[in-house]
């Protein structure tokens, strides 16, 4: 089995089992394509370490003690946006694939899921895709019609958005800058495939409340 990547995919570990890290060491360290740069047994851990070892794409474990793994993956994006997140799982549960992505996280593959899917999702994230395991996706789109994937951030702009608040008002309610609010409105069309500022009120206003749990 290879990795067909040039130069190697630098990855970081996170789980609060040393076993299971061990495990993933055994079965990614030897491929070519791949550098393990670092491992945490935690979120906070990994938050210390990350930036010197300097990974391309972090491999986390979801259900951690202390900070979870979409917590974390929420806390990356703030941080480190260039660095990539996939999660790692025993569950396939749709609720937590939906918040693993919302907070950032580009992948969602089953610690059971065969070394070659690993693999797989982790090529496709690092390469800037999206990857999910096969009996996640069936899992997630055997459920009610999911909604667009937006960030925890996102959704609460398009709230405002929604409830006519202009990017002075919500940047003045959320505490952050205008720019950095119009930067969020820019991310929130590309997520949902709008052109303009006209279609994203309109998507707002008829779709917001949708995004308020």
């Known amino acids: 089995m290879t990795v067909a990547q040039t ?12 076993l299971v890290r061990d495990g993933l060491r055994a079965r990614l360290g030897p491929l070519p394509g ?8 935690g979120g906070a851990e990994a938050l210390e370490t990350i930036a010197a070892a300097r ?18 993956a929420a806390e990356l994006q703030a941080r480190h946006a260039g660095i990539k997140v996939l999660m790692l799982s025993m569950y396939d ?4 694939v939906q918040q693993a992505l919302q907070a950032g996280a580009r992948g969602y593959v ?25 009996a996640v996706s069936h899992r997630l789109f055997a459920t ?14 398009l709230s405002a958005l929604g409830r006519g608040d202009s990017s002075k008002q919500i940047a003045r309610d959320l505490g952050l800058s205008v720019r950095t609010v119009e930067a969020h409105r820019q991310s929130i069309k590309r ?23």
Do not use: C, W
Not at 8 to 16: E, G, M, N, T
Not at 192 to 211: D, M, N, P, T, W
């Open 7 to 18: 130069p190697a995919i630098r990855l970081f570990l996170v789980d609060d089992h040393p």
């Open 34 to 41: 791949l550098e393990i740069v670092g491992e945490a047994g």
């Open 55 to 72: 990974p391309d794409l972090v491999l986390a474990d979801v259900g951690m003690k202390g900070m979870s793994g979409i917590a974390l």
């Open 93 to 96: 549960n749709p609720e937590y």
């Open 110 to 134: 089953l610690k059971d899921a065969p070394a070659a899917e690993i693999v797989a999702a982790i090529e496709a994230v690092a390469a800037g895709g999206t990857f999910l395991s096969s």
């Open 144 to 157: 009610r019609e999911p909604r667009p994937l937006l960030t925890p951030r996102e959704a609460e702009i």
């Open 191 to 213: 997520r949902l495939g709008l052109e303009g500022q006209s279609a994203l009120i309109k998507y707002a206003v008829e779709h917001a409340r949708e995004f308020k749990d």
